[in-house]
């Protein structure tokens, strides 16, 4: 179950996790292969992860890269679909929270790329939410491993100023 995120919802309007984005989750293989694998791999974190769930891990890992991959081979880069900005970007959290730092910066220069292409944060869909969420998981995975972040927000012509860093959120520890 999705727990609000203040830094995500917009005032006034919670719940935005339930109400947008798992639809979306729920009609794409790929971004819902990541949200599977950060699932499990949580809940393995919390049982101290016994062998048997690590194969199982690498398993869904497996097939949420290979879902991506997938995608990607069908999408011109200019048309690139809210969900697979979004399974890129969640692949980018796992790998911040439970994989790799080399990883976690190959997904993060795609994820920047593709946006790029799409016209950049402002053209994610969602209202809005999309775009939170990429600027969170960059915010966050830079304060984790004190570096820069990917995308620099315009807090000029913001209607809401960028997150603060909640770490405890993030790694869902709260």
Known sequence: MAVDIPELDLPGNHGLLRTAWFPLVMTDPALFSVIMLLAASHYASLQGSPGSMKIDLLGLRYEAV????????LQQPET???????AIAKMASYEAMFGSLENY??????LARLIG???GLTSLGLNGLLNRIVVWIDRNSA???????????DTTSSIQPPP?????????SS
Do not use: C, K, T, W
């Open 66 to 73: 290979l879902s991506i991959n997938r995608s990607l081979e």
């Open 80 to 86: 690139v679909h809210d969900a697979l900005i979004g």
């Open 105 to 110: 910066y190959i997904h993060m220069q795609g």
């Open 117 to 119: 292409l799409r016209g």
């Open 143 to 153: 304060f984790l491993y004190a570096s820069p972040m990917y995308f620099l927000v």
């Open 164 to 172: 603060d860093p909640n770490p405890g959120q993030f790694l869902a």
